[in-house]
């Protein structure tokens, strides 16, 4: 049996009678990372607020490598070893970075604490070992005041690691960060991971995509559904609460439609206009009538913003006739203007993961081409 961290029944709390939570349940294994995603107002931050004792259940108990946390205070949850990040840095800017952790570490550790209890996780936990893992050893002797946004989020991180929490709580890390600084604060928490169970709260769909193992959909205070990232962006009660709206394809056209749309981002650069193009011939395969089509071509501007590689998408078609279609809708879409290097490219990435006999290739390639030509 593996060890349960965190195993939450039947949580409920209500603000003046509205249910911020609702009867949720959910569990999470020691070790594990964990992203919980949901749109504004799931109750996602009402959840990390229950666990670290900053708000009481109306219902339902939390409990925390099997103790029960109803009832205690924050300081006491935070003794037992849940530690919190929040979205805004709380650093000492005037302290180096050095100092800060220097600050934290000894908070915590009394020097016989560490004499006598010496863990695997030791040398993590040194300032020496810390500034190396949050990366900012070039900057370790700089005010805090002189780092990037992005480099106070991880000197936070630090400071939250140096307290040795089994528990790591991190709403919403990458708010605000440039592309790099958030693919590194990915590399971080990952790290991290290794010695930590780790819950992320997150908005951001391509940095999720980058960490999560395991993720979990809050929806009007309550599990949506959990799975990987895959199950979970294709899972059409997903795209429903995202987007607010049913959307009118299941999901095995929704990752045609990605798939196609991966294709038609393939050079990063299109221009609304051409955009425009795509979107109609994507909403025009899947709906007939035109006001169909028009909330179809809405729903998949927001969806389909993010490019996915192409290798986690089309490993998930089922059939041969699914793989096909996939190879003609990415071949129309890169037709429709003169092919570019980055698309040849992707297309030929494409072409290697569909794996569809030689001969069927060029038959489809044909007929689309016939199918646009007859268009004109
Ligand atoms: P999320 O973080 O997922 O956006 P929240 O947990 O902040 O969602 O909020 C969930 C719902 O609970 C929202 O509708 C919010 O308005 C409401 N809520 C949160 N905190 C309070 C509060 N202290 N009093 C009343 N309503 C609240
Ligand atoms: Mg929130």
Known sequence: MSNKILEIDNLTVSFDGFKALNNLTFSMNEGELRVIIGPNGAGKTTFLDVITGKVQPTQGKVRFKGKKLSGRAEHNIAKLGIGRKFQTPRIYLNLTTRENLELCCNQTKSVLATLLKPTPQAELRTVGGLIET???????????????????QWLEIGMLVAQSPDLLLVDEPVAGLTDEETERTGELLIALAESHSVIVIEHDMEFVRQIARQVTVLHEGSVLCEGTMDEVQNDPRVIEVYLGTETSITSDQMLLLRIAAT????????????????????????????????????????????????????PQLKTPNQREQALMLSYEIISVNQINQREALTYQTLLKLL????????????ATLEQLSNAH
């Open 134 to 152: 949050i990366g900012l050893e070039h900057k370790a002797d700089k005010p805090a005041a002189l780092l990037s946004h992005g480099e106070k």
């Open 263 to 314: 294709m038609a981002w393939a050079d990063g650069n299109f221009e609304p206009a051409e955009q425009e193009i795509i979107l109609d011939r994507l909403s025009r395969q899947f709906a007939q009538e035109s006001a169909e089509q028009a909330v179809l071509k809405t729903e998949l501007k927001d969806l389909l913003a993010k490019r996915i590689p192409l290798e986690e998408l089309v």
């Open 355 to 366: 794996d569809l006999p030689a001969d069927t290739v060029s038959r489809l390639e044909n």
